[in-house]
């Protein structure tokens, strides 16, 4: 079984954004928001290493902070008659993918 790999997951998703944006002086925030994503992912998940299925969610994630980066803090903005509304923390299209690979905490009964 193939095991998960953050550096190279993330020259996939960097290989992506130079296909599509012509990225070139923003690989460094990329990697940022992409190393925020992988941390957040796991977080959700209640895990300390990704599971290699996790990778698309990851990089979707990643590519959401790259696209909002410049409305941070923002719940929706309104420019020339169009709104745009943000959803705060996961979204629900991500969360749901990620849900398979949470790992479950056992808690204390008081």
């Known amino acids: 079984m193939e095991k998960y790999d953050s550096d190279k997951q993330f020259e996939i998703l960097l290989r992506r954004y130079k296909e599509i944006k012509k990225l070139s002086d923003e690989a460094e925030l990329l ?22 299925g996790m990778a698309t969610s990851i990089r979707d994630l990643a590519k959401l902070r ?27 299209k991500i969360r749901s993918q990620l849900n398979g690979y949470r790992v479950a905490r056992a808690r204390k009964l008081s």
């Open 31 to 52: 990697r940022d928001d992409f190393n925020d994503a992988e941390q957040e992912a796991l977080n959700y998940c209640n895990r300390t290493d990704p599971a290699i």
């Open 66 to 92: 790259f696209n909002q980066r410049d409305v941070e803090g923002e719940t929706s903005r309104s420019e020339g008659g169009v709104s745009q509304s943000f959803e705060e923390g996961i979204p629900k």
